[in-house]
């Protein structure tokens, strides 16, 4: 069985303002990168951006290895508590994440870990570089 790890972040300039989701999707036993990708979020906060970027890693990671174990790494404590079920999601449009989220990951077998924030810069980078160029992007390798 394969596992893999997700890094996932997000990037918001103003916290709302404009805002990207980024992932580098890794396998666990080499450490060598499968694919990154960086998603365009328009006018958004941080967490948001953190959603659409793990969102983003787990379309790609399911589309390669849809039968992997995953384990996604955040930096947002707030995603990975609500992700794992231990804190209530109050906010309409994060209950839409969250949902999103669920669908796209179906029946794969996850686990959410948090990491700080200096563990999760290839994230970062993915979803600035989004942020600089305006697109999104998919580089599967």
């Not at 890693?57 to 995953?70: C, I, N, S, Y």
């Not at 209950?95 to 563990?119: N, Y």
Request: glycine share 10%; proline share 3%; charged share 25%.
């Amino acid at each position: 069985m394969t596992e893999l790890i997700i890094h996932a972040d997000g990037a918001s300039r103003g916290n709302p303002g404009d805002a990207a989701g980024g992932a580098v999707v890794t396998r666990a036993d080499t450490g060598d990168v499968v694919a990154e990708v960086g998603v365009i979020c328009g006018v958004a906060t941080n967490n948001v951006a953190e959603y659409r970027g793990m969102i983003a890693g787990v379309e790609v990671a399911k589309k390669l290895f849809p039968d992997a174990t995953v384990t996604i790494r955040l930096d947002s404590k707030l995603v990975v508590e609500q992700m794992s079920g231990r804190w209530k999601v109050k906010h309409p449009d994060m209950q839409q994440l969250v949902k999103r989220a669920w669908q796209v990951i179906g029946d794969m077998a996850v686990s959410f870990t948090w990491v700080p924030r200096e563990d999760n810069s290839d994230a970062d980078r993915l979803a600035n570089k989004a942020l600089d160029t305006g697109a999104d992007f998919e580089h599967l390798y």
